[in-house]
């Protein structure tokens, strides 16, 4: 079945330190990608999202783009600040099967950013 | 602009007690999804509502229902509480189903049955 693996967590660096979050997915077809973020206390909210390959999807100045031929999703931001403080979820959404609305969730990195 | 509501916040609960999970969006969202949350597993559909008068099974359905009470408001009820439902709940919705469209969470109800 459908999946999406996360690199472990928690993840702590220093403010304005380079981000790599890795998210690889195992899917049929050709799904969506999409990274969330859910910051203490409250709700999932979107990030950013891909719909194909070699799309970049982008937001907040954070980056990820969809690597059809490595099955990747990584997430990437230029320099990380206390409030990117959070927990970010990778997840895909197939299309073409009756399927198509359900959101397929990796299990989460939690991200810590030190002043 | 409130989005989704979720109440309660948090809840207490014995093993075997009964409580409804309540959910109301107001975007005139036609779909609408409940999700639990667990340490290391991300986050899971339990039952999802493509469109008003419809419910359907998620990936995680046993010891729950639902019900579709209009188009703003998806209700999640456990009949008979177990530890094992101890979790976060979020409720979601979407414009529509199958389609590019964004889900929107709202804030979640953290559960804890002893």
Known sequence: GDSV???????????????????????TGYPSLFWYV?????????L????KADDKGSNKGFEATYRKETTSFHLEKGSVQVSDSAVYFCALRRYGSSNTGKLIFGQGTTLQVKP | NAGVTQTPKFQVLKTG???????????????????????????RLIYYSASEGTTDKGEVPNGY?????????????????????????????????????????????RLLVL
Not at chain 1, 38 to 46: A, C, I, M, S
């Open chain 2, 65 to 109: 229902n639902v019900s579709r009470l209009n188009k703003r408001e998806f209700s999640l009820r456990l009949e008979s509480a177990a530890p094992s439902q101890t979790s976060v709940y979020f409720c979601a919705s979407s414009e529509n189903w199958g389609g590019q469209e964004t889900q929107y969470f709202g804030p979640g109800t």
């Open chain 2, 17 to 43: 007690q009964s409580m409804t999970l309540q959910c109301a969006q107001d975007m005139n969202h036609n779909s609408m999804y409940w999700y639990r949350q667990d340490p290391g597993m991300g986050l």
């Open chain 1, 48 to 51: 950013l999202k891909a719909t």
């Open chain 1, 38 to 46: 859910q910051y203490p206390g409250e709700g999932l909210q979107l």
């Open chain 1, 5 to 27: 693996t996360q690199m472990e967590g928690p993840v702590t660096l220093s403010e304005e330190a380079f981000l790599t979050i890795n998210c690889t997915y195992t899917a």
